[in-house]
């Protein structure tokens, strides 16, 4: 099992030195939960291909791609939640770009631990009646993803245990369009990646 096991809360001056890589979810994170010390470069519609190509909005102001700014910098934890736009695709082809992000990153970030993330559930309503965005569907990407950790140096962990309803949707009362949580829960969110350290 490569998941993260509980620990206890870590202060939050962990993350000065973590970057999260991702979507709209990420960036959700970014503006509601009171990380002001991370680094965040996301972007809206985000994905494993446009990652190496987009100018991505980078914590502090500002555009840039991804890996220009991944090169300047250093940092010992990497965050990075990206596959549920490209979800129509083919989901090896998606894991096998996923990896090959990890790579990058890798070669950007030397010694950082880098953390694969979940992609978060949508709601009931979505699942049920969305060929492409169903949840079955998101967790046999998730399931590839995580395949992807080792345990040593990348680590997988799961968002969806602290979001899911008893179905495993995500709740109706944590998100307002089955895709995105409301903003008070990404303080919950970052209490909980507290806890992963």
């Not at 070669?107 to 309503?125: T, Y």
Request: aromatic residues 10%.
């Amino acid at each position: 099992d490569m998941l993260v096991p509980e620990s206890e809360a870590v202060d939050d001056s962990y993350f000065d030195d973590a970057v999260f890589i991702g979507n709209s979810r990420t960036e959700g994170l970014k503006m509601y939960s009171g990380l002001t010390n991370a680094t965040f470069i996301t972007e809206v519609g985000l994905t494993v291909d446009s990652i190496f190509t987009d100018y991505c909005d980078i914590s502090g102001g500002g555009k840039a791609r991804a890996f220009d700014q991944l090169a300047g910098m250093e940092f010992s934890k990497v965050y990075i939640m990206l596959g549920i736009n490209e979800l129509g695709n083919d989901l090896d082809d998606i894991t096998a770009k996923f990896s090959s992000l990890i790579d990058t990153v890798r070669a950007a970030q030397p010694d950082a631990i880098i953390f694969v993330e979940a992609n978060l559930h949508v709601g009931p309503s979505r699942s049920s009646t969305d060929a492409t965005f169903n949840n079955p569907r998101i967790d046999k990407l998730n399931e590839k993803l995580a395949a992807l950790a080792d345990g040593k140096t990348i680590f997988y962990i799961d968002i969806n245990e602290l979001f899911d309803d008893e179905n495993g949707n995500l709740r109706a009362d944590a998100s307002g369009d089955s895709t995105h949580v409301y903003a008070k829960y990404d303080l919950d969110w970052c209490d909980w990646l507290c806890t992963k350290a």
